[in-house]
């Protein structure tokens, strides 16, 4: 069984994958081990602040088209559609991120957003990331969705590595200033990048209305059930500030999602290789059901075995790999971890529902862990703090 999975993971790009995550949410991961070195831990709480909300808007600014394009160009159809589907994806994707990011900009002129002049200017000064960092997730998706696995992890790494040393540097000269900077900046080299690496897939196809309600139609009611569950970490990174009044108490709640977030990369790279795989065989329901109960399994025990690492050396991993500033976020990430555990047991699921346009049942778990966590987090982050946020 081992000698299969082994062939199977190197076959289907997984180590790939999973080297690019660890660089693309190392902007997340990578990224925040080296600025958590750099940053006092109120700064820390300011940038997860700002950056949680942006990427939080990133995900849902162009309204789902980004995950339409990945579900119908790993269908089963002919090259010239996939390449209408990728020409298509690109063109209501700029137009629908660039109006998305103009109604962001308004609410944080206008609303009442942070009290703080300097947390309001940073993010302002993510507007043009959240346009740019929409459509280059695109190419990303279009060659994941033509099975180019190894393909779009070479060039993910590629591009994240630049952004990972830039942003490095750029914090180290001029801290937060620098970061923002750079985050605002790094998008747009990252799609210049992959626009040239998929250049012979563009080809000019009139936009038309009726492809637009095609892709919204099925990524509207993809991204509201994807943003329910990725916004989960930005509502409770919200409550914590707006209750606790306190950057420091987030700067640890960060250290605590961080580890949370490494410990579901390997699912996570599981679940996003076997996506295309997974939309071919549609026709064969009794394939997708067993693949969900194997996805789960495995996914789960490499968590429930990485929690248990954890439990024991985490203070020591704490202390290697951050200030000593950060050593009471250890608490609050043994609670994180314990939700790694039925996150990789339902994520399979949640795909497979995806691949079969079955949806809503997504939507309807989303909201009920929005709401589940809104009201515990009113209830637990004023007796608890971090630890609190991490209960909810």
């Avoid at 990728?86 to 103009?102: K, V």
């Avoid at 002049?117 to 993010?123: G, P």
Wanted: aromatic residues 8%; positive net charge.
């Amino acid at each position: 069984m081992l000698r299969t999975d082994s062939a199977r993971l190197v076959s289907t790009g997984v180590p790939h994958m999973l080297s690019a995550l660890v660089l693309t949410q190392g902007i997340g991961i990578l990224r925040r081990i080296l600025l958590a070195r750099l940053l006092p831990v109120g700064e820390m709480g300011q940038m997860t602040y700002v950056m949680q909300i942006a990427d939080f808007v990133a995900i849902v600014i162009d309204l789902g088209i980004t995950t339409a394009v990945l579900k119908f160009a790993a269908e089963p159809v002919t090259d010239e559609r996939r390449r209408e589907l990728y020409c298509a994806g690109l063109f209501w994707s700029t137009l629908l991120s660039s109006l998305g990011a103009l109604i962001y900009m308004t609410v944080v002129l206008v609303g009442p957003v942070s009290e703080e002049e300097a947390v309001r200017t940073f993010m302002l000064m993510v507007v043009p990331y959240l346009p740019l960092a929409a459509l280059a997730r695109v190419p990303i998706v279009f060659m994941q969705a033509r099975k180019e696995i190894k393909r779009a992890a070479g060039w993910s790494s590629v591009t994240q590595v630049l952004s990972l040393l830039l942003l490095v540097g750029a914090t180290w000269l001029f801290k937060l200033k620098g970061f923002f900077t750079v985050v605002t900046l790094a998008p747009a080299t990252n799609l210049a990048i992959l626009i040239w690496v998929t250049r012979d897939q563009l080809h000019w196809f009139a936009p038309t209305l009726r492809e637009l309600r095609r892709l919204l139609s099925f990524g509207v009611l993809s991204i509201v059930a994807n943003a329910l569950g990725t916004g989960n970490a930005a509502i409770t990174v919200i409550v914590l500030r707006k209750i606790s009044g306190s950057d420091e108490v987030v700067g640890l709640f960060a250290i605590a999602l961080l580890i949370l977030n490494a410990a579901r990369l390997l699912p996570g790279a599981l679940l996003q290789s076997a996506f295309p795989y997974l939309s071919a065989r549609l026709a064969d329901p009794e394939h997708l059901r067993r693949r969900m109960l194997e996805l789960s399994i495995k996914g789960a025990a490499v968590v429930l075995g990485l929690g248990l690492i954890w439990l024991v050396l985490g203070p020591h991993l704490l202390g290697l790999l951050f200030p000593g500033q950060y050593a009471d976020s250890y608490w609050p990430s043994v609670v994180l971890f314990a939700s790694a555990v039925p996150f990789a047991v339902s994520a399979p699921a949640a795909q497979i529902l995806l691949v079969t346009n079955r949806v809503r049942a997504n939507v309807c778990s989303g909201l009920i862990l929005v709401i589940s966590n809104v009201a515990l987090a009113l209830w637990l982050v004023p007796r608890g703090g971090a630890v609190g946020a991490a209960l909810a």
